[in-house]
């Protein structure tokens, strides 16, 4: 079995990166059309500078998974593989594209984060990726000083998505109730007291960007 790391796309993305991004994501599309907001016939005509600006923005941080290339070989960027993403989007960016989620899921002055683009390549599934990246985000989210808010993190899952949603729920997660305005979707959240402990606090919604 192949070693893995989690890790952020850097600001501004190489071109190595951006190359990796579409590469996987693309993939996704084809192989879990389900999962997405977005289809591989929108994204497959993309230009490259469309796909880095979706990396090329300081308020939406871009998480992958990839494959560990041996010690001995001294060229990492030949030898590893992506196997996985996400990515986060800050409460600037929302407010940037105007996005305002459900009142009932929000509560009042809190911060709002939300996870899109989740998705792990199926035949490295079953290996604790999932829960790597989610934490990796929780991490990132929870770390940002810059803001002194309650911070609320947001995602969406297909309700006959299972797995998914029972990834979701072991990591604290609780099911919020359906998208009105996506059928088939459903809300999970959870949240972070800000001593530390853990409460049913982040909300986590799957959106993808248009930007």
């Keep these: 079995m192949p070693a893995y790391a989690v890790s952020t796309v850097p ?34 005509t993309f230009t490259r500078e469309q796909w880095r600006a979706r990396l090329d923005a300081l308020d ?21 593989t ?42 490295h599934r079953r290996r604790g990726l999932g829960k790597r990246v989610i934490e990796t985000v929780m991490e990132k989210v929870w770390s940002e000083d810059g803001e002194t808010r309650r911070k609320v993190l947001m995602l969406q899952v297909h309700e006959q998505n299972t797995a998914a949603k029972g990834l979701y729920e072991r990591l604290g997660f609780v099911d919020g109730g359906p998208d009105s305005d996506s059928p088939g979707e459903i809300w999970m959240t959870f949240r972070k007291d800000r001593k530390g402990g853990t409460s049913q606090v982040c909300t986590l919604r799957r959106i993808d960007e248009d930007r």
Excluded: C, K, N
């Design 82 to 123: 992506w196997v996985g993403t996400a990515s986060l989007l800050s409460p600037a960016f929302l407010t940037e594209v105007g996005f305002s989620p459900p009142r009932h899921l929000v509560e009042e002055d809190e911060a709002v984060y939300i996870l899109v683009g989740m998705w792990i390549h199926t035949d």
């Design 11 to 44: 600001y501004p993305p190489t071109e190595t990166h951006v190359t990796s991004y579409f590469t996987i994501r693309l993939l996704g599309l084809q192989r879990d059309a389900h999962a997405f907001g977005s289809t591989y016939g929108r994204e497959s």
């Design 60 to 80: 939406r941080t871009t998480f992958f998974v990839r494959t560990e290339p041996p010690p001995s070989d001294l060229v990492a960027d030949s030898t590893e």
